[in-house]
């Protein structure tokens, strides 16, 4: 995990909380960070809250990711999807 993306699995519910300092933009990594936290959480048998700071939860994918071309593109969606 990185410190955008934190995990704390605590009494069966662990909450991901999302805090990028910004708009907590979704890029491909950023979506493998919550995915890799979101199998703890499975793994851990643990009820799942994903939150961002206060006043923010996300805006979205990150767009910068979509002017790297098409592929790129399909793969943060696809990634978003699942």
């Given at each position: ?58 805006a979205g994918f ?21």
């Open positions: 995990m990185s410190e955008k993306t934190r995990t704390l699995i605590e009494d069966g519910i662990a909450w991901i909380t999302l805090d990028d300092g910004k708009v907590n933009a979704l890029s491909r990594e950023r979506i493998g960070e919550i995915e890799a936290a979101m199998d703890a959480a499975e793994r851990a048998a643990a009820v799942t809250v994903l939150r961002g700071r206060p006043g923010i939860f996300s990150d767009l910068p990711t979509f002017q790297r071309g098409i592929a790129e593109s399909v793969e943060v969606v696809h990634a978003g999807r699942r």
